[in-house]
């Protein structure tokens, strides 16, 4: 592959992985039953591979339940994924670029958007034993503590040293449709990391709103040395239970990953995280 159009693809990926931290409204069926991936070219190899892709997010993206997945039904659905497909379109990433000399259409990387009828999907997720996720995706407020040897702090919104954290917080919560805020330094005023561990959820459910989001996520990331990544431990309370959650050894985005995933099916009625 040419090197100029290498280096498009790799810019391609990146902006299609910032538009997911910008979610579309839940409540909106057209938005909700539809799903995107890039892929290289129109051939019929590609837009297969693309329909796999594309019924993976979907259906997270309908239910808001990661870990389906992982489930082995899962092999079956993806091999005859373009049934599942309502209407497809393309949209060439390259539009007003000319074709150089040796490169064909073929080559160019086009954004696959698939569309689904709702009763479809939801009999998918049925038979994975899940169900659609309708209504308003909650706005959550993200409470962090983050340890990495000498150095630890509290994320908030005008913390310099968790701006990544941010983005990449940002980035998990993209497939879910959810949306996320950070407090400000007035949200945590008297909050340090101590205090942060042991405060109820109910606390920083009231604290959230202020902040702008519907409700709270709180946890801690820190450094292990010996499980050579970050230890991970969530909480979000729901009608009335205070659930947790943990995940070790990974990196501070599938930290980040792993907490979403969590939330969402608790959030969504799909089970425990």
Same mark, same amino acid.
């Given at each position: 592959?040419?090197?100029?159009?290498?280096?498009?693809?790799?810019?391609?990926?990146?902006?299609?992985?910032?538009?997911?931290?910008?979610?579309?409204?839940?409540?909106?069926?057209?938005?909700?039953?539809?799903?995107?991936?890039?892929?290289? #070219?129109?051939?019929?190899?590609?837009?297969?591979? #693309?329909?796999?892709?594309?019924?993976?997010?979907?259906?997270?993206?309908?239910?808001?339940?990661?870990?389906?997945?992982?489930?082995?039904?899962?092999?079956?659905?993806?091999?005859?994924?373009?049934?599942?497909?309502?209407?497809?379109?393309?949209?060439?990433?390259?539009? #007003?670029?000319?074709?150089?000399?040796?490169?064909?259409?073929?080559?160019?990387?086009?954004?696959?958007?698939?569309?689904?009828?709702?009763?479809?999907?939801?009999?998918?997720?049925?038979?994975? #034993?899940?169900?659609?996720?309708?209504?308003?995706?909650?706005?959550?407020?993200?409470?962090?503590?983050?340890?990495?040897?000498?150095?630890?702090?509290?994320?908030?919104?005008?913390?310099?040293?968790?701006?990544?954290?941010?983005?990449?917080?940002?980035?998990?919560?993209?497939?879910?449709?959810?949306?996320?805020?950070?407090?400000?330094?007035?949200?945590?005023?008297?909050?340090?990391?101590?205090?942060?561990?042991?405060?109820?959820?109910?606390?920083?459910?009231?604290?959230?709103?202020?902040?702008?989001?519907?409700?709270?996520?709180?946890?801690?990331?820190?450094?292990?040395?010996?499980?050579?990544?970050?230890?991970?431990?969530?909480?979000?309370?729901?009608?009335?239970?205070?659930?947790?959650?943990?995940?070790?050894?990974?990196?501070?985005?599938?930290?980040?990953?792993?907490?979403?995933?969590?939330?969402?099916?608790?959030?969504?009625?799909?089970?425990?995280?």
């Amino acid at each position: 592959m040419p090197q100029f159009l290498r280096l498009v693809l790799v810019l391609c990926c990146l902006s299609a992985l910032w538009a997911t931290s910008v979610p579309a409204g839940a409540t909106d069926l057209g938005d909700l039953y539809q799903s995107q991936t890039i892929v290289t #070219g129109q051939g019929e190899e590609n837009r297969q591979l #693309g329909f796999r892709i594309c019924l993976d997010k979907v259906l997270v993206r309908v239910s808001g339940d990661q870990r389906l997945l992982a489930r082995r039904d899962m092999d079956a659905l993806r091999d005859k994924a373009g049934s599942f497909v309502d209407s497809f379109r393309y949209h060439d990433r390259l539009e #007003g670029i000319p074709i150089h000399d040796e490169q064909g259409t073929h080559d160019r990387p086009h954004d696959l958007t698939c569309f689904y009828k709702p009763d479809v999907i939801d009999k998918v997720l049925a038979s994975l #034993g899940s169900k659609p996720w309708l209504g308003e995706r909650p706005t959550l407020t993200v409470f962090l503590t983050a340890e990495q040897g000498t150095r630890h702090f509290v994320l908030s919104a005008e913390e310099n040293r968790g701006e990544t954290m941010r983005e990449s917080f940002d980035n998990a919560a993209g497939p879910t449709l959810m949306r996320l805020v950070f407090p400000g330094i007035a949200q945590l005023a008297g909050l340090n990391e101590e205090a942060l561990r042991a405060a109820d959820m109910a606390k920083l459910d009231q604290l959230a709103s202020q902040a702008g989001g519907d409700r709270a996520i709180a946890g801690s990331i820190i450094w292990s040395d010996k499980e050579l990544g970050w230890i991970a431990d969530w909480r979000l309370a729901d009608r009335g239970t205070t659930y947790r959650w943990q995940v070790r050894g990974v990196s501070f985005d599938e930290a980040f990953r792993v907490a979403i995933a969590g939330a969402a099916r608790i959030l969504s009625g799909n089970g425990q995280p």
